[in-house]
């Protein structure tokens, strides 16, 4: 009995010769199509009734060479004007990245002109519609005629690699206006399409236009290479019959040891739709073939209630073809299964995802070769389990059904590990690297050996629970009971080296103030203490850890500092860092002043809320970093900024500065603006001298005006609405007013909204 611990999975798809495709869906993933191919109505379609289509597919499924391939598919070939037609390719299995051949006339199998043939090619038959698959046009090698075309031919082509081989071998013409040596017989002729443009797929064996071909080759017992048969069965309107197209035709290319069958077709400026159906690959030679035996076996000790690993024993089976191995197991409740299945050929030698249920528990094939698991039911205790297995080899043939008894024992309950010195809830521990680590398996069972696993790698067999370590890993352990031989394994426990922890500060800190020492808080990154330890060494080597490092006060000179996870001796890298002391504390002075420089010396109550002011201040330190705060939500980091306030009211105007030490420092001043206007009004004027000349107000922080003047009589002798008016120039309606007293009246608008209305008596003078 051979017991295997492991974590293999079961595979969800198993598949291979004789391979049988309905094409119901395009689910089937040995079906490899590509170009214009594609799964639908249940046939393979290479290509639709449209110009410059190409299509193919393959079987993505080996078989070994020595004992041949046939084939038999339904051809539809229909619904076009006659172009170009359709090809069946062998090519070497070990072909790593398939590529089709060159379209049109060479149907996806030889070269054409600038493009290489098929990969890896061994075999071409090209079912040629249109007739350059049976020529040499287009850079093709050899063929019935450089530039004449041959409808209705089937042709063979020998292997070949990129622009070489490939070359003609033979050919036969199914239909012609004449009997000629390489045509059939006038009474067996027959047209490859099934039907004209219009005409549908002909799927009914009894109507006009059905064909199903017949590809056999099979190995030349006188010679290397094989021997070709094609058949077609057709129908042309009076019943099906068989038609002989290749016979015992020689084909002595040297194969490979593994080939792949496929399938390609083309359409150029003539058009036909290109489809298989009802496809049967199978192993040509099977009266050289023989099914492998398999024989019963009994006494495997299996463990209810957990999954047990087997393989079928080596003396339990024989494998008599040459080359064979074990593709799949097949699992069955009965020999009655076994006899129904290999009287179908689609069934026998079709690997499934073998899954059998019983009662008494779940029998899986692991995917391929001779592995299976076997899950009993867990009361299902000190009985036998008698079920029935075949094996399919790698040709597809299918052993006899034989009997497998499998005994089922109680299993142990189940077996734990914990670490020393930790609850059994934690599962993963942090180290040191070297460290030791002590482990221990315990569980409510009797113990007699246990067997100790890291990455389920075997360590090594013990009689006792305990185990110390250095390795990192998961860790798992077999508990082995004394009362039989089954056994249970543990979950995984983990050793780990965590990611050590390294500790961010910057590399200078300068104490901005020489009578204050800096915290080492307030430069740490992150600072942890709940989860991590500190250590900081000082520049006499003094070591202060964890709370210590809280409260110190940091002297000028060179520190490090480290730290580790709590609970663990090994600290991270340490990091360096220098404190530095300024020789005095950074100081700053604001001052400001009118930006224009004609009112500069005015004082404070001289300024107006629509002044331009400039603010600018004082250190005693190069400055690198200026921040103001305005006072009435205007910040700016200019070092001299200007700013109109437009406002009446008290702003507290402050900045903040930073030196290259990093060091920064704020001053304040506060300023009062109460002013938004003013206004002068002059008590006479001289219309007749160069100075004083005019009358009108003289204002400031007034934004529009109305100007009236009146005589005593109450008559206006002049009106503004100009702001910028030089005011009246003693005239009435181009004459001189006489001299005299005289009344205004102004309406005017200040800078903040205010209404303000003056009046009053002026004298004109002469």
């Known amino acids: 009995m051979t017991i295997i611990f492991s974590s293999s999975s079961i595979s969800l798809a198993q598949s291979g010769f004789p391979f049988c495709g309905n094409f119901t869906d395009d689910s089937n993933p040995i079906l490899i199509t590509g170009g214009a191919a594609s799964i639908q109505d249940g046939v393979l379609r290479l290509t639709d009734a449209s110009q410059d289509q190409s299509g193919y597919a393959y079987i993505d499924i080996p078989f070994p060479s020595n004992f041949g391939i ?34 049109g006339g060479s149907l996806g199998y030889a070269q054409r002109n600038e493009d290489p043939g098929l990969t890896g090619a061994y075999f071409g038959l090209g079912f040629d519609v249109f007739g350059n698959f049976s020529n040499s046009s287009e850079s093709k090698n050899g063929g019935l005629s450089p530039e004449l075309t041959f409808p209705n031919t089937i042709a063979v082509r020998t292997g070949g690699s990129g622009f070489t081989g490939y070359d ?43 064909r199903k071909v017949y590809l056999e080759i099979l190995p030349n017992p006188n010679a290397n290479g094989y021997l070709l048969n094609l058949e077609l069965d057709i129908n042309n309107g009076e019943e099906l019959r068989r038609v002989v197209i290749f016979s015992n035709q020689p084909y002595n290319q040297q194969a490979p040891e593994n080939l792949k069958i496929g399938f390609a077709a083309s359409t150029g400026g003539m058009v036909n739709i290109h489809e298989i159906g009802e496809l049967t690959v199978e192993v040509a030679d099977q009266e050289g073939l023989e099914n492998p035996v398999t024989r019963e076996f009994e006494d495997l000790a299996t463990c209810a209630g957990q999954d047990n690993y087997f393989e079928i024993p080596d003396s339990a089976f024989d494998l008599p073809n040459e080359n064979s191995s074990v593709r799949c197991l097949q699992f069955y409740s009965s020999l009655e299964e076994i006899e129904t299945v290999l009287e179908d050929i689609c069934l026998q030698g079709t690997c499934r995802s073998d899954v059998l249920e019983l009662e008494e528990g779940v029998i899986r094939a692991n995917g391929n070769g001779v592995g299976y698991t076997f899950t009993p039911s867990a009361d299902f205790i000190d009985k036998t389990l008698t079920v029935y297995y075949t094996i399919i080899d790698t040709y597809g043939r299918q052993s006899n059904g034989s009997a497998m008894n499998l005994f089922i024992q109680e299993s142990p309950n189940p077996i734990h590990i914990k670490f020393e010195n930790f609850d059994e809830e934690i599962k993963e521990v942090f180290t040191c690297e070297g460290e030791l680590v002590r482990m221990e398996a315990f569980g409510d069972d009797v113990f007699s050996s246990y067997k100790w696993y890291l990455d389920d790698e075997f360590i090594i067999e013990t009689q006792g629970p305990l185990y110390e370590s250095v390795l990192l890993g998961i860790y798992k352990v077999e508990g082995y009971t004394t009362r039989n031989e089954c056994f249970v394994v543990s979950d995984g426990i983990s050793i780990t080296i965590p990611d050590l922890p390294e500790v961010a500060i910057q590399q200078e800190i300068i104490a901005c103030n020489p009578e204050v020492a800096p915290n080492l808080l307030d430069y740490l990154e992150e600072y942890d203490p ?109 070092v001299s900024p200007f700013h109109v306030f437009g406002n009446r009211g008290e702003y507290l105007i402050q900045v903040t500065a930073e030196d290259e030490f990093g060091c920064t420092t704020t001053d304040e001043i506060l300023l009062i603006l109460d002013l938004s206007y003013r206004i002068m009004v002059p008590t006479g004027f001289t219309p007749l001298l160069f100075e004083n000349n005019h009358f009108r107000p003289k204002t400031r922080g007034i934004v529009s005006m109305e100007l009236l003047v009146f005589n005593l009589w109450g008559n206006m002798v002049f009106q503004s609405n100009d702001l910028g008016t030089e005011g009246w120039d003693g005239k009435v309606n181009g004459e001189m007013a006489p001299s005299g007293s005289y009344v205004y009246k102004a309406t005017m608008v200040s800078a903040d909204g205010e209404l303000v209305e003056e009046s009053g008596r002026f004298s004109l003078i002469r």
């Open 168 to 210: 003609f071998l033979t050919a036969k013409t199914t239909l012609a206006v004449n009997e000629t040596a390489i045509s059939l017989p006038l009474n067996e002729m027959f047209a490859l399409n099934s039907g004209i443009q219009g005409t549908p797929r002909v799927t009914n064996p009894d109507q006009i236009g059905y």
């Open 530 to 638: 709940d989860s991590l330890d500190y250590k900081l060494t000082g520049p006499q080597g003094e070591i202060l850890l964890d709370e210590e490092i809280e409260v110190i006060d940091l002297l000028p000179g060179t520190y490090s500092i480290e730290a580790r996870l709590k609970g663990l001796d090994c600290f991270g890298p340490n990091t360096s860092f220098e404190v530095n002391y300024v020789t005095e504390p950074l100081s700053l002075a604001i001052s400001y002043q009118l930006a224009d420089p004609t009112r500069s010396s005015i004082a404070d109550a001289d300024i107006f809320i629509d002044d331009e002011i400039s603010f600018s201040f004082e250190s005693n330190r190069p400055i690198v970093f200026t921040e103001w705060d305005l006072g009435d939500g205007t910040t700016s980091n200019e």
């Open 70 to 103: 046939k084939a038999a598919f339904e051809m539809y070939i229909y619904g076009g004007t006659g172009g170009d037609g359709m090809s069946v390719f062998l090519f070497d299995a070990n072909t790593e990245n398939f590529a089709p051949g060159g379209f």
